[in-house]
């Protein structure tokens, strides 16, 4: 069978854009149980290619005053979570306008 086959996406080394590719050079790395390279950024240890998405999101996200980021476990209830939150927030809306509008 091919590596690339075999490896999940984020293992691979096929798709790095040369900033990442000399950024991996400059950082300290060890071989997971599989004896793949894993790297160290910014006290992490990633694949290759899930540290090309790293650096992908650092340089392309631009927060907005409202953003609202949920990070969890998969399986772990985000969905409830992110349904709650919305429910809490069409509520405090909904109370805030009413308030408004009854001075």
Same mark, same amino acid.
């Given at each position: 069978?091919?590596?690339?086959?075999?490896?999940?996406?984020?293992?691979?080394?096929?798709?790095?854009?040369? $900033? =990442?590719?000399?950024?991996?050079? +400059?950082? @300290?790395?060890?071989?997971?149980?599989?004896? !793949?390279? /894993?790297?160290?950024?910014?006290?992490?240890?990633?694949?290759?290619?899930?540290?090309?998405?790293?650096?992908?999101?650092?340089?392309?996200?631009?927060?907005? $005053? =409202?953003?609202?980021?949920?990070? +969890?476990? @998969?399986?772990?209830?985000?969905?409830?979570? !992110?349904? /709650?939150?919305?429910?809490?927030?069409?509520?405090?809306?909904?109370?805030?306008?009413?308030?408004?509008?009854?001075?």
């Amino acid at each position: 069978m091919n590596e690339k086959e075999e490896l999940p996406e984020n293992m691979r080394e096929d798709n790095l854009n040369e $900033e =990442t590719k000399s950024l991996i050079s +400059s950082l @300290p790395s060890h071989k997971d149980f599989l004896g !793949k390279q /894993l790297y160290n950024y910014q006290g992490c240890w990633y694949y290759p290619n899930t540290l090309q998405g790293v650096l992908n999101f650092q340089k392309g996200f631009k927060p907005q $005053e =409202t953003d609202i980021i949920f990070a +969890s476990f @998969p399986n772990s209830g985000t969905t409830w979570l !992110k349904a /709650l939150t919305i429910a809490l927030f069409e509520r405090f809306n909904n109370t805030s306008s009413s308030l408004q509008s009854d001075r």
